[in-house]
């Protein structure tokens, strides 16, 4: 299967003459943030050309011992913004603004706004080079697409397609009680159940359990990609409970505020227990804003009527690869 390019209309270029590999995706979890963008692969190495996605002209230039290291902003001219992290290096034209600048503020911090006039670039046009400047592991590039409202974008509703055919792999759900009053299996505590894999779509909860009340899931899951050699995170889920919605999220766009939610959009105290990490299925009061969020997504799990209650999680990555969960 191919990633379908709802927005690739603009027909913007892989940003790095390097294979179409990638170590992280968009809406992964960093300390304290969401990772905003894609980071491609150069497998240790520096010094791969970065392209200009499309026409436009770079409007600022940053560089920094931390974070995002040497950094190039390309303005596009539908209104979008490259950005290109983590450079080893400029073309020889913006390393010798770069070099005046540094002497000009006195300083190796930089961040310095361009005028359009200044650094127009063409599509396709080489505007720097991948390194591993900044706060960063290894050498890769980090590249981001943020609309004119400074909200981050999926890149990957925008740049070419990568191959995948594999999808997303479930391990186990988390019932979680939300009030002093919500039992499982008669304990008011939060426990994990392992998931069968029927096939390569499927899973089910082969235990039957016991629920007295309002309570919250959790969904241990993550991504492959065909022919990458990392685990990634997923694209979207959702959650019906009897055939009603409950929950549903998609990572299409992430906005500077919705950091501060991270620790409610994820479980942390079963990663505190050894469990692992959990993308919760239930929207709190400090997460309902979230970009990626359904407005209408509920709050808990209500087990006061007595009887069999049937769930479904729906997994999806980025290339539509679906898997269901019947709990």
Avoid at 78 to 102: I, M, Q, R
Avoid at 125 to 135: A, E, K, Q, R, V
Avoid at 152 to 158: E, G, M, T
Avoid at 190 to 202: D, M, P, R
């Amino acid at each position: 299967m191919i990633f379908p390019i709802s927005g690739y209309s603009q027909g913007y270029l892989w940003p790095v003459k390097a294979e179409k590999a990638i170590t992280a995706v968009f809406g992964e979890e960093r300390p304290g943030r969401y990772h905003t963008g894609i980071d491609v692969r150069t497998f240790g190495e520096t010094g791969y050309p970065l392209l200009a996605i499309d026409s436009g002209y770079i409007s600022r230039i940053r560089t920094s011992s931390k974070r995002y290291g040497k950094t190039i902003y390309l303005k596009l001219y539908d209104g979008n913004t490259a950005v290109y992290a983590h450079l080893d290096h400029f073309t020889p034209e913006l390393d010798n603004l770069v070099s005046a600048l540094h002497q000009y503020y006195g300083k190796y911090t930089i961040d310095h706004q361009l005028e359009e006039n200044e650094y127009p670039t063409e599509k396709g046009d080489i505007i720097g080079y991948s390194g591993d400047t900044g706060g960063v592991s290894g050498p890769h590039l980090h590249f981001e697409i943020r609309d004119k409202n400074h909200q981050f974008l999926n890149p990957f509703k925008y740049v070419p397609s990568i191959h995948d055919d594999i999808p997303p792999i479930a391990k186990s759900i988390a019932l979680i009680p939300l009030n002093r009053n919500s039992y499982i299996n008669g304990m008011a505590e939060e426990q994990v159940f392992i998931l069968k894999k029927i096939n390569a779509t499927e899973y089910i909860l082969t235990d039957t359990i016991s629920v007295q009340g309002s309570v919250g899931m959790g969904i241990k899951t993550y991504d492959r990609i065909t022919d990458q050699e990392f685990n990634f995170g997923i694209y979207s889920v959702d959650l019906l409970q009897n055939d009603e919605f409950i929950y549903s999220m998609q990572y299409d766009s992430i906005s500077w505020e919705d950091s501060k939610a991270l620790y409610t959009e994820k479980n942390y105290s079963l990663a505190r227990k050894g469990a692992g990490k959990y993308y919760h299925l239930f929207s709190h009061h400090s997460n309902q804003s979230l970009n990626f969020v359904n407005n209408k997504s509920r709050s808990e799990l209500t087990m006061n009527t007595p009887g069999i209650h049937n769930a479904v999680i729906q997994v999806r990555d980025y290339a539509a690869n679906e898997v269901d969960i019947r709990v």
